[in-house]
């Protein structure tokens, strides 16, 4: 692996707008080479050989949670995973305390999803190991947004500038739209948004998109597009009439996908509500890469373990 010029040492990964773009580019370089590990009958190295990690989520997951701990045993840690349903949370447990108590056990990476907006900066704030935002409420999700971006570069779209780059659905309610766009504009992009009004943020324009009423419109010459997952478990009622009238107006189906590009690449984060915000044809074309983001999801988790835990430095194997 060539040498880097930039590190991430020790860094706290809470979301990708304070990445630039050469350190998007080292964690998406060092994810192909941890594909190539992944792609080994015996998928294991000695990387992260004596480093424990613990992935702590206040919410449900499965893509990110697993692929976390699959990232970190794939290395050599040791992974314990913590569910609030399982643990001292529903005792009353506060989560400094909580963050504590597992920093006491003198653990080297902290892995947490949290439905409160700003919970991964606070536990960063409180806690010494490396904090990495799997997710915190409608702010970020920064693995997402990275798997996403080497996701396209496999599918040959290594560079986003001047790409015309399409989000779909619940932006209002998503910490994905909010990374992405972050990224995708930082990449130079040009980044379009459609959807309920209602599922938009105040001022959505001011996030450095374009807005359009009809998504025929948004799509209309797309290199890529983003669909995103109707959060009903985040939102609140009446924000659109019913699912039957949302996938009708607002879902993509097959003879909207064919107002993109021939080759447009088709993202959904997962999982997917199927005859809702996307149409069974479409989770399943040639043209659907979200298989593809499952699998990159765990290459880019290994890449940030990698490169926070050791600063791309090999660890060597104890005598």
Request: proline share 4%.
């Amino acid at each position: 692996m060539a040498k880097a010029t930039v590190s991430l040492a020790g860094r706290d990964i809470l979301d990708l707008e304070s990445f630039s773009v050469e350190e998007i580019n080292l964690v998406l370089q060092t994810a192909a080479e941890m594909k190539k590990i992944m792609k080994r009958d015996i998928k294991k190295v000695p990387s992260l050989r004596g480093k424990s990690i613990i992935n702590l989520f206040y919410e449900p997951s499965t893509r990110t949670r697993t692929s976390f701990e699959l990232a970190g045993k794939y290395l050599g840690a040791d992974v314990v995973n913590i569910t609030t349903s399982t643990s001292s949370v529903v005792k009353g447990e506060c989560l400094r305390d909580t963050i504590l108590t597992v920093q006491s056990m003198c653990c080297d990476a902290i892995v947490m999803r949290h439905p409160i907006e700003g919970a991964a900066v606070y536990a960063a704030d409180v806690a010494k190991p490396v904090i990495i935002n799997a997710g915190d409420g409608a702010h970020a999700h920064p693995s997402q947004g990275l798997l996403d971006m080497f996701t396209l570069r496999e599918k040959g779209l290594k560079d986003l500038n001047g790409k015309k780059m399409v989000i779909l659905g619940d932006i209002l309610y998503s910490r994905v739209a909010r990374t992405n766009i972050a990224a995708w504009n930082k990449m130079g992009a040009d980044v379009h948004v459609a959807g309920p009004r209602p599922l938009m943020p105040y001022a959505v324009e001011s996030l450095g998109v374009t807005y359009h009423k009809r998504i025929e419109e948004a799509i209309e010459g797309a290199d890529v597009i983003d669909v995103l997952r109707i959060q009903l478990e985040r939102q609140k009622s009446g924000l659109f009439p019913s699912p039957r009238e949302y996938a009708r107006i607002f879902g993509l189906n097959e003879a909207r996908l064919k107002l993109a590009k021939p080759d447009c690449v088709v993202l959904h984060p997962g999982p997917m509500n199927r005859g809702l915000e996307i149409s069974w044809d479409v989770g399943y074309c040639d043209q659907a890469a979200i298989r593809d983001e499952v699998q990159n999801g765990v290459a880019v988790r290994m890449a940030l373990l990698f490169l926070t835990l050791t600063g791309g430095k090999q660890i060597e194997a104890a005598n």
